[in-house]
């Protein structure tokens, strides 16, 4: 899935369809595989690497913080990897927002781009159900 829609949005953004960029984008469950790959489709790369060095950084930061300092083990390092993607995912889509070189496709987020969700949501609800049915007898054991 995410090599089709890299694909679609790669000729997208060669016929000037920018706005056919996000309504691909859009039916991602991963806000950090689509700014990834609205960044891939226009060829701008460097950013993501320095991006995910910056990310390392503040894991390895945060890595420490949570598990050395605070003392919360592995919870703490679920905590710092989590919060780690979040910073990357934000400083990614703050590049696109404020970068120039996205000006011509970053056309402001729209309700167009939540079209199709609807599926995903559902999926979402019925995973949320069985982790919740088969996990929850085994919490309350232990």
């Known amino acids: 899935m995410t ?10 953004y060669g016929a ?3 706005t056919h960029l996000w309504a691909s ?7 950090y595989t689509l700014a990834q790959q609205f960044l891939q489709a226009h060829n701008i790369v460097n950013p993501l690497d320095y991006l995910a060095v910056g990310a390392f950084f503040s894991h390895l930061l945060l890595s420490w913080l949570a598990i050395d300092v605070l003392k919360y083990g592995l919870l703490g390092a679920a905590l710092a990897n989590s919060l780690s993607w979040k910073i990357h995912v934000v400083m990614s889509g703050l ?6 070189s996205c000006k011509e496709t970053w056309l402001g987020l729209s309700a167009k781009a939540f079209q199709g969700t609807w599926p995903y949501f559902k999926l979402t609800i019925a995973s949320a159900i069985m982790l919740w049915y088969v996990y929850a007898p085994m919490i309350s054991h232990s």
Do not use: D, E, N, R
Request: one cysteine or more; a positive charge; hydrophobic letters at 35%.
């Open 25 to 31: 984008f859009a039916k991602k469950p991963s806000y």
């Open 16 to 18: 000037k369809k920018y």
């Open 95 to 100: 590049y696109i927002v404020l970068s120039p």
């Open 3 to 12: 090599s089709a829609i890299q694909t679609l949005c790669g000729q997208a």
